[in-house]
């Protein structure tokens, strides 16, 4: 069977509505892209013949004696994806929520939004292979962010959806949260030519007088999202699942707001629109 590095639990959903937040960190991303990269779904085999033990594939278990396995998803074949925030791991119930902190006009910004979902009709992967055995994986993704508070500044809300939109290509070659020199991810990319993933504006709270009333500010840049269960799952392992991390650690963001720095994080789920769980592995 071949022997798989796992690259990350592709959510394009969460991916795309992530990046809208996402924060800028010390150093620039790394720029090589992935030569092996693969997208596979999660499904359930007849007679426990799988590499994972859960639904989601991120946990490896004996080789062909488990319950779930990935499976192949065709080349040059454009799959529409969905994302969500929710059940991000087999045994994860609860939602996870998107926070970005930023600081906007001199005004200290945290924004949280309890729900993050993918437009599935304008998010998609698609797997190729340009030369012999140099597999690559690609899409875009367009994500919704609702439910959404305005912590600080006090007295504010902010204009819903926010919607963010992103092109992805897989990474390589980069530090991860346990010193590994051989992680992988995925590269959300803003559009245009001052990527910008998404626009915020400003509103007041009700009858209460918000100071960043009527402000509308571009998230801008660029933000890789890595394997998890969680923000500090090492990523070496050989195989895990459809579990994407957004974190501002580990040098994984370089977004702003008005040429100032902001910070992002999530944890998203990828799956095929109305099917099963992607993860992206190297082959």
Request: glycine share 8%; net charge neutral.
């Amino acid at each position: 069977m071949t022997r798989r590095r796992s690259v990350v639990g592709l959510s394009l959903l969460s991916a795309l509505l992530l990046s809208a937040f996402v924060a800028q960190s010390a150093s620039a991303l790394p720029t090589t892209t992935s030569k092996n990269t693969t997208a596979f779904t999660c499904i359930p085999t007849a007679n426990n013949t799988g590499d994972f033990k859960d639904e989601h594939c991120d946990e490896t278990g004996t080789l062909g004696k488990e319950k779930y396995a990935h499976g192949v998803i065709s080349e040059k074949i454009t799959k529409n994806i969905e994302a969500s925030n929710c059940k991000v791991t087999n045994a994860t119930k609860d939602c996870e929520s998107a926070i970005l902190r930023a600081t906007i006009f001199g005004a200290k910004t945290e924004i949280t939004c309890a729900t993050v979902k993918n437009n599935a009709a304008n998010s998609f992967l698609e797997n190729s292979e340009p030369e012999a055995k140099k597999h690559t994986l690609s899409g875009t993704a367009e994500t919704e962010f609702t439910e959404c508070t305005v912590k600080t500044p006090l007295k504010c809300a902010v204009k819903e959806p926010i919607v963010s939109k992103a092109k992805v290509h897989g990474v390589e070659g980069m530090e991860g949260p346990k010193g590994e020199k051989n992680a992988m991810g995925f590269e959300f990319i803003g559009e245009g030519e001052e990527e910008t993933f998404a626009e915020l504006t400003f509103k007041n709270k009700g009858e209460e007088k918000c100071a960043l009333n009527g402000t509308t500010v571009k998230v801008k840049g660029k933000v890789v999202a890595t394997n998890g269960p969680t923000t500090e799952s090492a990523q070496e392992n050989k195989a895990s699942g459809a579990t994407l991390v957004f974190t501002p650690k580990f040098k994984m963001q370089t977004l702003e707001i008005g040429k100032v720095a902001a910070e992002f994080e999530t944890i998203v789920t990828l799956k095929m629109e109305g099917g099963n769980p992607i993860s992206a592995t190297t082959t």
